[in-house]
């Protein structure tokens, strides 16, 4: 009959047009896809990882077993690296991660799923934006302009006057207030920061000579617990600038950043095309999809402070319950439904058909042991 992925698109189309469902092959209705299987599903998945994911995994979650409700999709946001530890000791059937697998972890994850390898896939990414506090500097519908450059020298407390003249080059009609500036960075180690910190090592050149880390590099400055106690203190300090996942900022200025001869606002079109539009790491399996994002991106529209979490499993599971499982709720989770799902309660970027398409041929490979 085919794999998930390929009768899902090959029928998908097919089947609303006629407003039919079926049971017997990937199943669709007015939801979408309904999961996938030759009958309805039944048993438990067991994830563990990114804590960045854990709104969209409930809204993935939620969403899957409405329409497959004899399936249980347990998910421990326990943080990305206890996620890919507990997937690579064979604790988990998947995991979260907001980074790909180091070369160590690959070496382990070939001893977890064997020969046939591991899919890594991008399936959730959401727009770091940066947040600021300047009260009646901005009307409506105006923005603060920041270039890879001054965004560092701010972070890196060499900046540190909003009427500072790099500032300034980059907001000329703009007037300026003579503040103090209050940076304000992530106390706990964050895949926030580590992308943001990632964003700021290439993108700024010597502006910025920290090493990329979870741990925030520069000492002094507000430090706050998680994305919602950096939007907290922002939101408490006029002068105040952070960073955090955009679907928080509420209040906040969300400033536009310097990309070629433009300033691009975060969005969910602009946070997806610079994924689609980065390349694949070398040297990974066929079916691992884990990207290099281009930071230093010029191209048009594109925002590149964005934090892409992967799903990781393997290509081949010992149990076929388990495979089955994998298959049906990954094909629901790159779904277009499953998409919406999470952009609804994460503010997530959906993913474009061109990565969907990449993750349902990982997807469609995806088997019990000895089955192939």
Not at 183 to 191: A, F, M, Q
Not at 264 to 283: D, H, I, K, T
Request: with cysteine.
């Amino acid at each position: 009959m085919g794999s998930p992925g390929a009768r899902l698109r090959s029928l998908a189309p097919l089947l609303l047009a006629a407003g039919l469902s079926v049971t017997g092959c990937a199943a669709v209705n007015e939801r979408g896809l309904t999961g996938t299987g030759e009958e309805a599903l039944s048993g438990t998945l067991v994830g563990a990882g990114s804590s960045a994911q854990q709104a969209a995994m409930q809204g993935w979650t939620a969403a899957f077993t409405s329409v497959q409700p004899e399936v249980t999709v347990n998910y421990d946001p326990v943080g990305s690296g206890g996620g890919r530890e507990q997937f690579l000791a064979g604790g988990t059937d998947f995991a979260g991660s907001d980074a790909a697998l180091d070369d160590e972890e690959l070496a382990q994850a070939n001893e977890r799923c064997g020969p046939a390898g591991i899919f890594e896939l991008p399936n959730y990414i959401s727009p770091i934006a940066v947040v600021y506090n300047l009260e009646g500097v901005f009307a409506d519908g105006e923005a603060l302009n920041l270039s890879p450059e001054t965004l560092a020298g701010i972070f890196n407390q060499e900046i540190t006057r909003w009427d500072d003249p790099a500032i300034a080059a980059d907001n000329p009609d703009v007037d300026l207030p003579d503040l103090a500036i209050t940076p304000v960075n992530r106390s706990d180690e964050s895949g926030t920061t580590e992308n943001f910190v990632e964003y700021l090592s290439a993108a700024a050149g010597d502006a910025w000579p920290h090493e990329p880390d979870g741990n925030w590099p520069v000492a002094g400055g507000e430090a706050a617990q998680g994305n919602s106690g950096v939007v907290g203190a922002v939101s408490a300090g006029n002068g105040a600038i952070g960073y955090a996942d955009l679907s928080q900022a509420g209040d906040l200025g969300v400033a536009r950043i310097g990309v070629g001869e433009e300033f691009v606002a975060p969005s969910a079109e602009a946070a997806a095309a610079v994924v689609e539009n980065s390349g694949r790491l070398e040297g990974r399996g066929e079916y691992d999809y884990a990207i290099e994002i281009a930071r230093d991106t010029t191209g048009s529209g594109q925002y590149p402070i964005v934090l892409v979490s992967y799903h990781i499993g393997c290509i081949e599971y010992d149990d076929p319950q388990v495979a089955e499982l994998v298959r049906a709720f990954m094909t629901f989770v790159v779904s277009e439904e499953g998409q919406r799902a999470a952009a609804q309660v994460a503010g997530s970027a959906p993913i474009s058909d061109a990565l969907r398409d990449q993750a349902l041929t990982a997807i469609d490979a995806v088997t019990a042991a000895g089955s192939a």
